[in-house]
């Protein structure tokens, strides 16, 4: 076993001098988007660390768990430019076309990848694959992985001009590490989003996403479907082995009751919410839950901190955006950490590059801003407007998806947020070098 390797890699027992080192980047949380920074700044040659609380074989490890996520083209050209994409290939089912309705109803749309001239709307893949995926990479790559290890403090105070440090803790110690930049990507309750007083605002929307796959009597013909229910929204999402992925959404009180039933109590209730376009659910697999939130943080940087992924933003999953922006806060941030090292390997010292500079940081910050609000409205909006109980707004709704399938401009630019082609795209996003 290499020193680099995660697999019940714990720091102690290699009894390495880990305390006060000092690194370029420390990256706190090495889920899907926090494992994704770290292989993309692998080029540029800088200390990386990576911090992760669980171990990859860890059958409870958050990120790398039994839901399906839905890649946009944007996530798609990211996981090519770090070869993670190769390694998904047996398990990636490509999205041909989008269907959303409203039950009882007659608005829907339609979007397909043909009329948009594009090979696919986006890709559904398993997060254990990319987790597994995304591991066998930073093996490759030797990256630093400190695991299980958990970040516990992280100073308030900025001691020394050049670094800030944090606690991690492992199975025998504390140990203090030193860097430069400090990346927050410890998911939605971040430690270190908190630690340094970075604020957040949390909405609850008082629902849990209810996860399982299924099979069903029709083959889904790689479309997805959103429904649109008086009791929240479902989807179902096409799945390789002609399976589909269901997400319910469902009131907390009444989770559960839904988590209780047997299969066949919630395959019957699932069939009545969705309807027959995929003719019955035959099977179900087993079924988690998400608490469903907006956290918003409200700020993407501090003095040498950067946050990204669910650490800045936790979406509703119901217009799948939040591994997608996740992916492009990383590649913004590798971007413009690429940029200030081209322009300072032309400086009088090459080797004194400060990845937590503060221009650096606010180039990161007010990039990010844009499409993150943007997201984050159309994401909420959504969400907002299909629980609205109102009558004027439901015809408004009715209105809105008819409206919306027959003019063409609308459609783009959903589309364009399927696809993540819309603002100010990172180099990684458009399938450029960094
Ligand atoms: C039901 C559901 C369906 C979804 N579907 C989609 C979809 O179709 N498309 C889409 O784009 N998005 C989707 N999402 C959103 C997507 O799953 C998240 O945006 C994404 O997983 C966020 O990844 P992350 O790495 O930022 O955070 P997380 O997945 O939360 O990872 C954070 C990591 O940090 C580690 N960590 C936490 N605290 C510490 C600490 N103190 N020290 C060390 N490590 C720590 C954790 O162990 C974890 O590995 C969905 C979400 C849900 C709930």
Not at 66 to 79: M, Y
Not at 142 to 169: G, L
Not at 177 to 189: E, F, K, P, Q, S
Request: glycine share 8%; charged share 20%.
């Amino acid at each position: 076993m290499t020193p680099n390797s995660h697999f019940d890699f714990d720091i102690t027992a290699h009894n390495k001098p880990y305390v006060d080192t000092n690194y370029d980047l420390l990256i706190c949380g090495g889920g899907l988007v926090g494992a994704s920074l770290a292989l993309m700044l692998k080029p540029l040659g800088l200390r990386v660390a990576l911090i992760e609380a669980h171990l990859f074989s860890d059958k409870s490890h958050p990120s790398f768990d039994e839901r399906t996520t839905a890649l946009s083209n944007s996530s798609r050209r990211i996981f090519e430019a770090i070869n993670v994409w190769p390694l998904l290939q047996s398990q990636i089912t490509p999205i041909k076309r989008i269907h959303v309705s409203d039950q009882g109803r007659f608005g829907f749309a339609r979007l397909t990848a043909e009329e948009q001239g594009i090979a696919a709307m986006g890709y559904v893949v398993p997060n254990w694959q990319m987790g597994t995926a995304l591991w066998q990479r930073l093996q490759a790559e030797q990256i630093e992985v400190i695991a299980p290890a958990k970040v516990i403090q992280v100073n308030a105070i900025v001691h020394s001009q050049a670094h800030r440090s944090i606690q991690v803790e492992t199975s025998t110690r504390t140990h203090s590490l030193n860097a430069r930049l400090i990346v927050a990507a410890d998911g939605a309750h971040s430690v270190v989003r908190d630690a340094v007083g970075i604020g957040h605002r949390h909405v609850d929307y008082g629902q849990v996403a209810v996860i399982a796959n299924a099979l069903t009597q029709k083959f889904h013909n790689h479309v997805a479907y959103e429904r649109f229910t008086p009791r929240g929204p479902v989807a179902v999402l096409p799945l390789t082995d002609a399976r589909v992925g269901l997400i319910w959404t469902v009131a907390t009180q009444r989770a559960d009751e839904v988590l209780g039933w047997n299969d066949n109590e919630f395959l019957a209730h699932f069939q009545q919410e969705f309807g027959f376009r995929l003719g019955r659910f035959l099977k179900v697999g087993e079924r988690h839950h998400y608490p469903l939130a907006l956290i918003r943080a409200d700020a993407h940087s501090a003095e040498r901190i950067a946050v990204i992924g669910n650490a800045a933003q936790m979406l509703h999953p119901i217009a799948g955006q939040g591994l997608n922006l996740g992916l492009r806060d990383a590649a913004t941030l590798a971007e413009v950490l690429a940029d200030a090292l081209r322009n300072h390997s032309n400086s009088v010292n090459p080797n004194t590059m400060d990845a937590g500079d503060h221009v650096v940081l606010r180039r990161y910050s007010e990039w990010r801003q844009q499409d993150s609000k943007r997201i984050i409205a159309f994401t909420d909006g959504l969400v907002r407007m299909f629980n609205q109980p109102l009558g004027l707004i439901k015809l408004i709704r009715d209105m809105g998806l008819l409206a919306f399938d027959m003019l063409p401009l609308a459609k783009d630019a959903l589309s364009q947020l399927s696809v993540g082609a819309a603002g100010h795209i990172p180099r990684l996003s458009r399938g450029a070098p960094l």
